[in-house]
């Protein structure tokens, strides 16, 4: 079996990684970064959900089939918000491995469009009530109670015959091919996909990366338009707090695994087809080189990023002001081998698929100064991803 750390030859071969794409089926475990491709088939073992520790069970996992004969196991899938939650995490039977979408030269093939559908769309809660929600955690935030909260809501889309999940991958991955696309199972006869633009962690040897996402504005068509908003943004002291908040939590959440560890003073810009994000790149190097991909991700979720600070609070906030279950949003998706190597990414700008029916999340953080309108049309422009990929529209 490939080595998980030998994936992306000086010349990569043409067409390799979008095979991959090309291969995925529903069933089968698909997961792209900037780093590489992988396509996983059949099930080897789940990760069992007992009273142990996520990252003790996964461990666990991979050290029984190691022992079993799998010289080089490997567990893919998702992980819920709250990752006490069941998972979606198994060992699969084989797994094919290629370099990055992006260095592959036949991803600039435009994926088919979307048939003409008469979909059927239902706004979980209602545009008026999220706006009415983002106001009452605003008026909390004024008093003193709490300093930011991610709040969501979700798209309920009905297509009028089954989904072909394969085509829409197809479409979410040559829409943001630098990005990281998924498509795994979630449950029966459920499957979790998207296209997230955010790095959780991602662990080679003794380097991690992290690269925290926080403060968005929507893209637009006009060339010049786009550039100002882009401009605008890193000018933006509402979003620079927001910002800062969620880099200082990762700051704090990594400090103590590291010898060393480098963040930059400023924020930079990352675009997807649809958002401007700022974006801080933090590196460094374990001090405990046991210390696996996933037990960072553990520690680093969730970050303020995805639910608020301070996060206890926050995450009742959330509980008392979504109308909904998150389930595998926000969460985490991605990959881990026996020798703690992985990517794991958040569970933004994707939808849970099943049969005729999809149903697509998307968040915005709320701080003070937040105006319930612009959160609620930042959540509109998130939902573009998905939207766009399946021909619907709000």
């Given amino acids: ?91 699969p039977e084989a797994v094919r491995w290629a370099p990055a979408l992006h260095r592959d030269p036949l991803i600039g093939v ?107 504005t929507p893209r637009s068509t006009d060339l010049a338009e786009d550039v100002r908003r882009a401009a605008a943004l890193l000018q933006s002291p509402k979003d620079l707090h927001e910002h800062a908040v969620v880099v200082d939590a990762v700051r704090a959440a990594l400090a103590p695994y590291c010898d060393d560890l480098d963040v930059p003073e400023r924020p930079t810009l990352v675009r997807t087809a649809a958002m401007w994000h700022l974006s801080t790149t933090v590196t460094g190097t374990l001090r405990e080189p046991a210390v696996s991909a996933l037990e960072l991700a ?18 009742e906030v959330i509980g008392d002001l979504e109308p909904f279950d998150r389930g595998m949003f926000t969460g985490m998706v991605g990959w881990g081998d026996a020798e703690g190597d992985g990517e794991w990414v958040v569970t933004i700008r994707c939808a849970e698929a099943a049969q005729d029916r999809l149903r697509l999340y998307a968040g915005a953080g709320v701080v003070a100064d937040s105006s319930p309108e612009a959160e609620t ?9 998905f939207l766009n990929a399946v021909g619907a529209e709000l």
């Fill in 377 to 385: 049309a930042e959540t509109g422009a998130k939902f573009r991803t």
């Fill in 298 to 315: 553990c520690a680093l979720h969730p970050t303020p990023a995805v639910c608020g600070t301070p996060t206890p609070l926050a995450r």
């Fill in 1 to 91: 079996m490939t080595s998980t750390q030998d994936v992306a030859p000086a010349v990569p071969t043409v067409g390799a990684a979008t095979a991959l794409l090309d291969a995925y089926r529903p069933g089968t475990r698909f997961f792209a970064s900037p780093t590489r491709t992988l396509l996983a088939h059949g099930t080897r073992a789940q990760v069992p959900h007992d009273e142990r520790p996520l990252t003790e069970r996964v461990a666990a996992t991979l050290r029984e089939q190691r022992a079993a004969g799998d010289p080089v196991p490997v567990v893919v899938g998702a992980i819920a918000f709250d990752h006490e939650e069941l998972s979606a995490l198994a060992v």
């Fill in 110 to 216: 435009p994926a088919e469009a979307p048939a003409d559908a008469e979909w059927n769309v239902r706004q979980v809660p209602a545009p008026e009530e999220y706006a009415d929600s983002v106001a009452r955690a605003v008026l909390r935030m004024r008093a003193g109670e709490f300093s930011k909260v991610v709040l969501a809501r979700t798209l309920e889309l009905r297509s009028p015959q089954p989904l072909d999940l394969p085509a829409l991958l197809q479409r979410l991955a040559r829409r943001d091919p630098s990005g990281y696309t998924f498509a795994v199972p979630s449950g029966p006869g459920r499957t979790l996909l998207g296209a997230s633009p955010e790095l959780l962690v991602s662990r080679r040897g003794g380097q991690f990366v992290a690269n925290p996402l926080a403060g968005s």
